[in-house]
């Protein structure tokens, strides 16, 4: 990602957490102007009484943060122990203490261990570099994956750059902040100028924003602006600023959708719109209350279109605020399915059922709308109502509410043990767990382990799981895992979306076997993964001819034949194969291939046990509901009538082609879920859809 001229980064592991990195440093070549939201949480943590009593920010050099320990509550010695970290930051970078600032986040109630912290400042300066993950990753506390964000913005001849890097998960209450943000860019704006662009940034990102109404003590989005690009200050309102705050506003917003999508125990991002509002205030605190219902959260993780609640909501909030609204003229659509519309709308497939309503705030439901609940199993549900009361409009961000978000928040503080320094140490033994929950957890994985130990299974990855870096990480553990329990996988890849048809043939097998190839071996090797990178160059490996539907402009080949010895050479010595669809034809020239036909053929002729597609949708569905199970005759069947669109379609032919050479079982499931080959793997019911032959 474009990283801001001037700026760099480092994170490392200083022993406030018992093993995660928990520090971190932003530094910036020259002094910035400096910009801050900060939480109206009257419990502010010690770095937030500091940053507040600066404000207006002087020119800033370096940010220092910690995780693990948010010195919140502890007094004015909390307090003190800020000015003297910032000090000693300072020393070490041979800065003006008035030039840095300080941000923590986690548990509250604990003194810092300040000697901890000092004693990492000479290694966290030598790891600074122009590269935003080991901070990111270093801010976490419940956290899944690292949350990051850049733009590009043009002004004039200078190409200016923003990158952002936040935490958020838990705790996340809409109103200023909202979680923990930095911001750098290398535009030259005044502190005036930057402050006004970030203070309207927050409305529609993170005001917009609620995983469970619990505020934060130590909230806080700071930006940075070194000026290292050259341009003329941005000293006055016109189009650069205007284009600039668009932009920031933009960073803002991909941000707190990535809180809100990884919420504690979240398995959906919840999207809401209103419309129709008297007025804007209306519109922004309607689309909040709805994000952040228990009773909407809870049915939208439960796949249940309840209108009910979301009405309900309305209702409490229109009659609590005295807003001129009647709920009852609104229309409430879910996943693009209308639920009710000044009535309730029922599935027209379906005959009229009874008509169930309670007073225990159940509210409600939709009898026929199998279909809808199928949608709502996405990993994105988006909720739409529109009060027809009014012209105006706002968002709001949340997640569904799953078992979970008890469990992390019942054991977040009493599963960590405060050590005398400040620093914590974690209590996760399984006597912390009831003996049912361990049962259940280590037979039903247990099951399948010993079922999958040694077998080999191909994942052809489509431009959904590699269009996202969250999604690639995903992927990248989910493999180590496979093999930590004795599986073989094999990797297909496709074209990513940054370079999904662009060019010619040349230049996209050129970014097959170069970039797409590459950044997948790398993540992999990361990831404690020995990965290989192959193409159909490499000793002929995937022997080709020009398919029937290949063209001059558009050349496309198909498999003829594979280099097994090739392939069984490096699994036997415990490589990862990466091989990218590129095909060696008789001539000596190359070709691209069709990916979802060289993962079959790879499949068949690695003699693996499974074959995997993961793809950009549930996996194969009718009318709406996702087929769980399906065999090869029923597949068949649905593929000529017509019912899956061309690209799932191509991969059910593929899917039966394997099956009927030897391939035990494919799976088509959804890479928009993190984790999701495990879930499909190791669980009872999957997630996706499972091919046999039959």
């Not at 490996?541 to 050349?555: E, G, H, I, N």
């Not at 769980?628 to 991969?651: D, P, S, Y």
Request: hydrophobic share 40%; with cysteine; proline share 5%.
């Amino acid at each position: 990602m474009p990283i801001a001229r001037g700026f760099t980064f480092a994170g490392l592991h200083c022993g406030i957490k018992p093993f995660k990195k928990d520090l971190a440093l932003i530094v910036s070549e020259r002094p910035c102007a400096a910009a801050a939201t900060i939480t109206i949480n009257a419990a502010k943590a010690a770095p937030i009484i500091d940053l507040e009593r600066r404000l207006p920010l002087a020119p800033v050099r370096a940010v220092l943060i910690n995780s693990g320990n948010a010195n919140a509550l502890t007094g004015p010695e909390g307090v003190a122990d800020v000015a003297e970290l910032c000090a000693a930051a300072a020393k070490s970078l041979e800065l003006d203490p008035a030039q840095v600032v300080m941000a923590s986040t986690g548990v509250i109630g604990q003194r810092l261990p300040k000697q901890k912290i000092v004693d990492a400042l000479p290694r966290l300066k030598g790891q600074l570099k122009a590269a935003v993950e080991t901070a990111a990753e270093a801010i976490l506390t419940t956290d899944t994956h690292i949350k990051v964000a850049s733009r590009t913005v043009r002004l004039g001849r200078k190409e200016g750059r923003i990158t952002a890097l936040c935490k958020g998960s838990g705790m996340i209450a809409p109103q200023l902040a909202s979680t923990l943000a930095f911001i750098c860019t290398d535009v030259a704006i005044s502190r005036e100028l930057l402050q006004r662009a970030l203070s309207a940034a927050m409305d529609g990102s993170f005001n917009n924003l609620t995983v469970d109404n619990d505020m934060s003590t130590n909230d806080v989005v700071l930006a940075l602006a070194n000026g290292a690009v050259g341009n003329p200050e941005l000293v006055e309102p016109g189009p650069d600023f205007e284009l600039f705050a668009s932009h920031l506003q933009s960073v803002c917003a991909e941000l707190a959708k990535e809180v809100a999508r990884d919420g504690e125990g979240a398995t959906k991002l919840l999207e809401v719109r209103v419309s129709g509002a008297p007025s804007k205030p209306i519109a922004v605190d309607l689309a909040r209350s709805i994000a952040g219902s228990t009773l909407v959260k809870a049915a939208i993780f439960g796949a249940d279109p309840n209108w009910g609640r979301i009405l309900a909501t309305v209702g409490a909030r229109c009659g609590s605020q005295k807003y001129p609204v009647d709920p009852a003229k609104a229309k409430v659509t879910v996943q693009s399915v209308c639920v009710y519309d000044e009535r309730p709308m029922f599935d027209p497939r379906t005959p009229p059922g009874p008509f169930i309503a309670n007073d225990a705030n159940e509210g409600p439901t939709v009898p026929g709308h199998k279909g809808l609940r199928a949608r709502m199993r996405a990993p994105e549900v988006l909720v739409e109502v529109d009060l027809r009361q009014g012209g105006e409009a706002s968002v709001g961000w949340g997640c569904d509410l799953s078992y979970d978000y008890v469990k992390i928040n019942a054991d977040y503080t009493s599963l960590l043990v405060p050590t005398s320094d400040g620093s914590v140490a974690k209590d996760d033994r399984l006597t912390n767990y009831s003996p049912k929950f361990k049962v259940n957890l280590v037979t039903e994985a247990l099951t399948y382990i010993s079922r999958f130990a040694g077998k080999r299974v191909v994942l052809k990855l489509g431009r959904q799981a590699m269009g996202k870096d969250s999604l690639r990480t995903s992927i990248a553990q989910d493999v180590s895992l496979l093999r930590a329990v004795g599986m073989v996988p094999i990797i297909v890849h496709g074209e990513s979306p940054e370079g999904a048809s662009k060019g010619d043939s040349r230049s996209r097998e050129m970014v097959l076997n170069g970039q797409t190839n590459t950044e997948l071996v790398t993540l992999l090797n990361r990831s404690g993964t020995h990965a290989i990178g192959l193409s159909g160059m490499d000793a002929s490996f995937l022997r080709s001819k020009l398919s029937a539907d290949s063209s001059v402009d558009a050349p496309r080949g198909e498999v003829t034949s594979i280099n097994g010895e090739l392939l069984e050479l490096f699994l036997q010595r415990n490589y990862v194969p990466v091989i990218s669809p590129v095909g060696f034809l008789d001539d000596g020239t190359t070709v691209p291939l069709e990916p979802d036909q060289v993962a079959s053929e790879i499949a068949v002729a690695a003699r693996a046990s499974k074959l995997v597609y993961l793809v950009g949708v549930p996996g194969f569905t009718e009318d709406d509901s996702l087929l769980g199970q399906i065999n090869t005759t029923t597949l068949a069947a649905k593929i000529a009538a017509g019912t899956f669109k061309t690209n799932i379609a191509r991969k059910g032919r593929c899917a039966i082609t394997a099956l009927e050479r030897g391939v035990e079982r494919v799976h088509v499931i959804d890479s928009r879920t993190p984790h999701s080959i495990i879930a499909e793997f190791f669980t009872d019911q999957g997630i996706g859809s499972l091919v046999t032959l039959g």
